[in-house]
C-alpha cells in the first residue's frame, strides 16, 4: 500500500464532478495489490477510521469524495484479463476495478465483443461504475452495469473477502441471505421498504428474490470495496444506423418516441427481422440545443426538441431498417430536411460527440459559477413523462432560472439542470428539485435512476423512503460494515449509523 500524505499530491483526490467544495482526507492509500485490501480494512475498522473508497472521480453526487478519514484509492488496480468466449452469443471479461470502462470498450471491441454498459464519461472505472449502476444511452435497449456483472470479489471492512458468483445465493421470502466470506459465513436480512418498478438506483436494492451480487451494485461505496469484478459480453453489432430528428413541437417528439417504443417492444417479443428495435432514445429540450448552437449552428431554427435515436444492425438489412424508420419520422409530421442521418459507425460516433456536448457544457458552465451543479435524474412509469415534464416547466418558469432538460427519454429518464448563479438561486434550484423528485414519487418513479444519491441527494431519497428507510438501510449497513467506515454519508446521513 501505498501511503500518501502530502497536501499538494493529494488535492486531486477532492474533487468530483459534482462541484462539492471542502473535501479533505488525513492520507491516501493507494493499493498496489488486491492483497493490501483487507489487512487495511481491518486496521481501519480497528480504528474506526472513515474509509472513501475513489474510483475515476466523475460522479455526480459526491459519493467518492472523502470529508475526514482515508481515502482507497483502487487505480492501480486495473487489469483486464482476456476474453473468454463461452459460445457465440456470449463471453466473459475479468477485470479489476481501477480499469477504465473506455478501455474495457475498446479491448472487447477489437475481439469481436461488447461490453454494453455505456455511461457517458467514459474514464469512470468500472468500480465506480459498478458501485454505482451506471448506465446512459444506450440502456433503452441493453439496460444497466447490474445486468453485465456475472460475478464480483468483495472486501469488506472486518477484512474479510467473498468471492459472490450470480446465482449462487438469493434472498429468502423474509429478505435474509447467508453467504461465505474466507472467515466464515455472513448472515443479512434486507430492508423492508418498496422500491418503485422504474429504472433505479436510489436505496439498498431489495427487490423480490434478490440476488446477493446485486446488494453490491449501486451500493455507493458503502457495503465492501470491490475489488474484481467478472463481466458479460456479447457480440458486438457490424452497423448502427442513427439520426438526430428536429421537432418543431414537443407533443411530435413525444409521439415519435410512443411508437417507436411500442414497435420496439414487439420486434423484441417476437424476435422480428427486418423491424425497427432502438437502442437508444435521446431527448433534448429546446434550451439544451440552444445552448450549443455556436458549435452546431446547422441546428435548425424554430425547434422545441430533438431526439438522437440508434438502432444496432447486425445482418445486411440496412436499407430496409433505414425505410422503416424514415416511415415513421414522416407520419408524425417531421420534414426529412429536418432529420441528420448517419450511416456508419464513424457518423454515428459524431452524434454521440453532439449529445456528449450537452454535460459537458454545463459542466463549463458550473466550472466557471462555482456553485454546485443541481439537476434530476428522476425516471417515472410510462405514460406519466408528460405530466412529470410540464410540473418542471411550471417551476422553472416560476423562478427564472436558467435550465435545460436531456436524457433518456426511453426509459422515462430525464436530467433537467437548473444552473444556479448565486446562492440564493441555488437554495431556489435545490428547492425546486425537492419539489420535481415529490412529483416522481407521487407518480409511482424514482428520485434517481443512474448517478445515486451520495452526499448530495438525501433530502430526495427521503421523499422516497422517509425517515423508516433511512433507519432500515443503516440497520442493514451495520450487518456487513459493523463499524460504519465505508462510504459515510452516502446514500442516508451518517448521524443515522
Ligand atoms: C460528463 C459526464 C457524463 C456522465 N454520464 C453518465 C451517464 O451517462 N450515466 C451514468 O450513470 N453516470 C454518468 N456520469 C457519472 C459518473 O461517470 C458515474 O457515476 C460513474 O459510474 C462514476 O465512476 P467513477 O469511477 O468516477 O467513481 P467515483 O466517482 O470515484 O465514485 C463513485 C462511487 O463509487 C464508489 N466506488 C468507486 N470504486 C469503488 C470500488 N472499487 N469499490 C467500492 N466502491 C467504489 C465510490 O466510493 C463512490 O461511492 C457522468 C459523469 C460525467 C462527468
Request: charged fraction near 30%.
Given at each position: 500500500?501505498?501511503?500518501?500524505?502530502n497536501k499538494?499530491?493529494?488535492?486531486?483526490y477532492f474533487?468530483?464532478?459534482?462541484?462539492?467544495?471542502?473535501?479533505?482526507a488525513?492520507f491516501?492509500?493507494?493499493?498496489e495489490?488486491?492483497?493490501?485490501?483487507?489487512?487495511?480494512?481491518y486496521?481501519?475498522?480497528?480504528?474506526?477510521?472513515?474509509?472513501?473508497?475513489a474510483?475515476?472521480?466523475?460522479?455526480?453526487t459526491?459519493?467518492g469524495?472523502?470529508?475526514?478519514?482515508?481515502?482507497?484509492?483502487?487505480?492501480?488496480?486495473?487489469k483486464i484479463?482476456?476474453?473468454?468466449?463461452?459460445?457465440?452469443?456470449?463471453?466473459?471479461?475479468?477485470v479489476?476495478?481501477?480499469?477504465?470502462?473506455?478501455?474495457?470498450k475498446?479491448?472487447t471491441?477489437?475481439?469481436g465483443?461488447?461490453?454494453?454498459?455505456?455511461p457517458?464519461?467514459k474514464?469512470a472505472?468500472?468500480?465506480g461504475?459498478?458501485?454505482t449502476?451506471?448506465?446512459?444511452?444506450?440502456?433503452?435497449?441493453?439496460?444497466v452495469?447490474?445486468?453485465?456483472?456475472e460475478?464480483l470479489?468483495?472486501v469488506?471492512?472486518?477484512?474479510s473477502?467473498s468471492?459472490?458468483?450470480r446465482?449462487?445465493?438469493?434472498?429468502?421470502?423474509?429478505g435474509?441471505?447467508?453467504?461465505?466470506?474466507n472467515?466464515?459465513?455472513k448472515?443479512?436480512?434486507?430492508?423492508?421498504?418498496?422500491?418503485p418498478?422504474?429504472?433505479?438506483?436510489?436505496?439498498?436494492y431489495?427487490?423480490?428474490?434478490?440476488d446477493l451480487?446485486?446488494?453490491?451494485?449501486?451500493?455507493?461505496?458503502?457495503?465492501?470495496?470491490?475489488v474484481?469484478?467478472?463481466?458479460?459480453?456479447i457480440?458486438?453489432?457490424k452497423e448502427?444506423?442513427?439520426?438526430?430528428?428536429?421537432?418543431?413541437?414537443?407533443?411530435?417528439?413525444?409521439?415519435f418516441?410512443?411508437?417507436?417504443k411500442?414497435?420496439?417492444?414487439?420486434?423484441?417479443?417476437?424476435?422480428l427481422?427486418?423491424?425497427?428495435?432502438?437502442?437508444s432514445?435521446?431527448?433534448f429540450?429546446?434550451?439544451?440545443?440552444?445552448?450549443?448552437?455556436s458549435?452546431?449552428?446547422?441546428?435548425?431554427?424554430?425547434v422545441e426538441?430533438?431526439?438522437?435515436?440508434e438502432?444496432d444492425?447486425?445482418?445486411d438489412?440496412?436499407?430496409?431498417?433505414m425505410?422503416?424508420?424514415?416511415?415513421?419520422?414522416s407520419?408524425?409530421?417531421?420534414?426529412?430536411?429536418?432529420?441528420?442521418f448517419?450511416?456508419?459507425?464513424?457518423?454515428?460516433?459524431?452524434?454521440r460527440?453532439f449529445?456528449?456536448?450537452?454535460?459537458?457544457?454545463?459542466n463549463?458552465m458550473?466550472?466557471?459559477?462555482?456553485?454546485?451543479k443541481?439537476g434530476?435524474?428522476?425516471?417515472?412509469?410510462?405514460?406519466?413523462?408528460r405530466?412529470?415534464?410540464?410540473?418542471?416547466?411550471k417551476?422553472?418558469?416560476?423562478?427564472?432560472?436558467?435550465?435545460?432538460?436531456?436524457?433518456?427519454?426511453?426509459?422515462n429518464?430525464?436530467?433537467?439542470?437548473?444552473?444556479?448563479?448565486?446562492?440564493?438561486?441555488?437554495?431556489?434550484c435545490k428547492q425546486?428539485?425537492?419539489d420535481?423528485?415529490?412529483k416522481?414519487?407521487?407518480?409511482?418513479?424514482?428520485?434517481?435512476a443512474?448517478?445515486?444519491?451520495?452526499?448530495?441527494?438525501?433530502?430526495?431519497?427521503e421523499?422516497?423512503?422517509?425517515?423508516?428507510g433511512f433507519?432500515?438501510?443503516?440497520?442493514?449497513?451495520?450487518?456487513?460494515?459493523e463499524?460504519?467506515?465505508?462510504?459515510?454519508d452516502?446514500?442516508?446521513p451518517k448521524?443515522?449509523?
Amino acid at each position: 500500500m501505498i501511503i500518501k500524505k502530502n497536501k499538494d499530491t493529494i488535492q486531486n483526490y477532492f474533487e468530483d464532478n459534482s462541484g462539492l467544495r471542502g473535501a479533505f482526507a488525513d492520507f491516501v492509500a493507494v493499493a498496489e495489490t488486491e492483497d493490501d485490501i483487507p489487512g487495511f480494512l481491518y486496521e481501519m475498522s480497528k480504528s474506526k477510521t472513515p474509509v472513501t473508497v475513489a474510483g475515476a472521480l466523475t460522479g455526480n453526487t459526491a459519493s467518492g469524495l472523502a470529508f475526514g478519514g482515508a481515502v482507497l484509492s483502487l487505480e492501480k488496480l486495473n487489469k483486464i484479463g482476456k476474453v473468454e468466449r463461452i459460445d457465440d452469443k456470449n463471453a466473459l471479461i475479468t477485470v479489476q476495478s481501477g480499469a477504465r470502462i473506455c478501455d474495457v470498450k475498446l479491448k472487447t471491441f477489437s475481439e469481436g465483443w461488447m461490453y454494453p454498459p455505456d455511461p457517458t464519461e467514459k474514464n469512470a472505472s468500472i468500480g465506480g461504475n459498478i458501485s454505482t449502476n451506471a448506465s446512459g444511452g444506450r440502456g433503452f435497449k441493453f439496460g444497466v452495469t447490474r445486468d453485465y456483472v456475472e460475478a464480483l470479489k468483495v472486501v469488506f471492512s472486518d477484512g474479510s473477502k467473498s468471492y459472490v458468483k450470480r446465482g449462487e445465493y438469493f434472498a429468502d421470502k423474509n429478505g435474509g441471505i447467508t453467504f461465505d466470506t474466507n472467515k466464515g459465513k455472513k448472515h443479512i436480512v434486507l430492508p423492508k421498504y418498496r422500491l418503485p418498478a422504474v429504472k433505479n438506483v436510489a436505496g439498498y436494492y431489495n427487490y423480490p428474490a434478490t440476488d446477493l451480487a446485486d446488494i453490491f451494485i449501486g451500493s455507493d461505496g458503502t457495503l465492501c470495496v470491490i475489488v474484481e469484478a467478472v463481466l458479460k459480453l456479447i457480440p458486438h453489432f457490424k452497423e448502427v444506423f442513427g439520426g438526430i430528428i428536429f421537432f418543431e413541437t414537443r407533443d411530435s417528439a413525444y409521439e415519435f418516441v410512443d411508437k417507436i417504443k411500442t414497435i420496439s417492444k414487439k420486434t423484441e417479443k417476437e424476435n422480428l427481422k427486418d423491424s425497427i428495435s432502438a437502442m437508444s432514445l435521446e431527448y433534448f429540450n429546446k434550451n439544451a440545443l440552444l445552448m450549443i448552437k455556436s458549435d452546431y449552428p446547422a441546428i435548425p431554427e424554430n425547434v422545441e426538441a430533438g431526439i438522437m435515436f440508434e438502432q444496432d444492425i447486425y445482418g445486411d438489412n440496412f436499407d430496409i431498417l433505414m425505410e422503416k424508420w424514415v416511415e415513421v419520422i414522416s407520419a408524425v409530421g417531421v420534414d426529412l430536411e429536418k432529420v441528420w442521418f448517419a450511416s456508419n459507425l464513424v457518423q454515428q460516433e459524431e452524434f454521440r460527440v453532439f449529445r456528449h456536448k450537452i454535460p459537458e457544457r454545463v459542466n463549463e458552465m458550473i466550472r466557471k459559477t462555482n456553485i454546485p451543479k443541481v439537476g434530476t435524474d428522476f425516471a417515472v412509469p410510462d405514460g406519466t413523462l408528460r405530466e412529470i415534464v410540464d410540473f418542471c416547466d411550471k417551476e422553472f418558469e416560476k423562478a427564472g432560472i436558467f435550465n435545460l432538460t436531456f436524457g433518456h427519454i426511453g426509459e422515462n429518464h430525464l436530467h433537467a439542470n437548473i444552473i444556479a448563479s448565486n446562492d440564493e438561486e441555488y437554495k431556489q434550484c435545490k428547492q425546486m428539485c425537492v419539489d420535481i423528485a415529490q412529483k416522481a414519487v407521487e407518480l409511482g418513479g424514482t428520485v434517481s435512476a443512474e448517478h445515486g444519491i451520495g452526499k448530495l441527494k438525501h433530502i430526495l431519497l427521503e421523499k422516497m423512503l422517509g425517515e423508516e428507510g433511512f433507519k432500515e438501510m443503516a440497520k442493514f449497513k451495520k450487518s456487513l460494515d459493523e463499524s460504519g467506515i465505508l462510504g459515510r454519508d452516502n446514500i442516508f446521513p451518517k448521524d443515522y449509523l
